[in-house]
């Protein structure tokens, strides 16, 4: 079946040590999201990639930074991660086709940081 | 700023009875409107959606009405069943310009609870 995959699904990091979260996705679309989700809040969209062209949100830390190195796969970097950024991390794809709304994202299960 | 929100963080329903989801948004430049469903464990899944240009879209069980003059949306699930127990997430899109695909702004997400 196609799909996000995400690995791993938990990571645990220490305060200020780099963490990388990794995203792969079989269903060759065009694009790929990172969202960030805090507890009980909503997923906030740190980055999206369209093919090699990164889109980053204007509110998104620093800290944070994306590769992508082939259609497949994404990742995130965390390169001091405080305690502050522990959350669920979502990637999400979609086509990159039609309108906004009718470009369905679809949507991995997400890896849960904590961090130390 | 949250420009989406659902202010029931959860809503109890028994089966066969009629859940109704609320959503409000303050930017009026969304031009789509999303529900996502999430079970525990997975990733959000698209559900249904509506275009800004309608008041109504209806797939199945689900129903989504748009109130632009209101800023609101619902989505209504009739009859509710203990399978749909999940947290639902309303989302909302804007077309960047000169970009053929759209960012989604997503509400904190009501838990919905079906008890048969």
């Known amino acids: 079946d196609a799909m996000v995959i995400q690995n791993p699904r938990y990571q645990v990091t220490q305060f200020g040590k780099p963490v990388t979260l990794s995203c792969s996705q079989t269903l060759n679309h065009n694009v790929m999201y990172w969202y960030q989700q805090k507890s009980s809040q909503a997923p906030k969209l740190l980055f999206h990639y369209y093919d090699k062209d990164f889109n980053n949100e204007a509110d998104t830390p620093d800290n944070f930074q994306s590769r992508r190195p082939n259609t497949s796969f994404c990742f995130l970097d965390i390169r001091s991660p405080g305690l502050g950024d522990a959350a669920m991390y979502l990637c999400a794809t979609s086509r990159g086709t039609g309108t906004g709304g009718t470009d369905t994202q679809y949507f991995g299960p997400g890896t849960r940081l904590t961090v130390l | 700023d949250q420009q989406v929100k659902q202010n029931s963080p959860s809503l109890s329903v028994q089966e066969g009875r009629i859940s109704i989801l609320n959503c409000d948004y303050t930017?009026?430049?969304?031009?789509?409107f999303l529900w996502y469903k999430k079970y525990p464990a997975e990733g959000p899944t698209f559900l249904i959606s509506?275009?800004?240009?309608?008041d109504k879209n209806e797939d199945g069980r689900f129903t989504v009405f748009l109130n632009k003059s209101a800023k609101h949306l619902s989505l209504h699930i009739v009859p509710s069943q203990p399978g749909d127990s999940a947290v639902y997430f309303c989302a909302a899109s804007s077309t960047p310009g000169g970009t053929s695909y759209g960012k989604l702004t997503f509400g904190q997400g009501t838990i919905l609870t079906v008890h048969p």
């Open positions: 930017n009026s430049m969304f031009d789509y």
């Open positions: 509506i275009s800004s240009i309608k």
